[in-house]
Nanobody, 115 residues
Framework: QVQLVQSGGGLVQAGESLRLSCAAS????????MGWYRQAPGKQRELVAR???????NYADSAKGRFTISRDNTTNTVYLQMNSLKPEDTAVYYC?????????WGQGTQVTVSS
């Protein structure tokens, strides 16, 4: 089993920044991909950014140039640095880890961006 505990998030104004953290514990070996997803009210959950154990990243178009995903393998923590936030970034953000074909999710954290 893998446990993912998120921290960060909150209420900010448009143009400001936030950093989300996701700490993994438990059977963390062989976690080959970790990522951030978000779900806005009335919408489906969508990928924001993803990073592999080797450091390869990919981003949603909406996140490119503003968000940065990073991974600290020594602390088993994944970060999402979000800059130049927009009201449309408002959503519940979830981290996800994939290990041996199984998906594990964090508890979710609310990000609200006011205009």
């Amino acid at each position: 089993q893998v446990q993912l505990v998120q921290s960060g998030g909150g209420l900010v104004q448009a143009g400001e920044s936030l950093r989300l953290s996701c700490a993994a514990s438990g059977s963390i070996s062989s976690i080959n991909s970790m990522g951030w997803y978000r779900q806005a009210p009335g919408k489906q959950r969508e990928l924001v950014a993803r990073i592999t154990s080797g450091g390869t990243t990919n981003y949603a178009d909406s996140a490119k140039g503003r968000f940065t995903i990073s991974r600290d393998n020594t602390t088993n923590t994944v970060y999402l640095q979000m800059n130049s936030l927009k009201p449309e970034d408002t959503a519940v953000y979830y981290c996800k880890g994939v290990r041996l074909g199984f998906q594990y999710w964090g508890q979710g954290t609310q990000v609200t961006v006011s205009s």
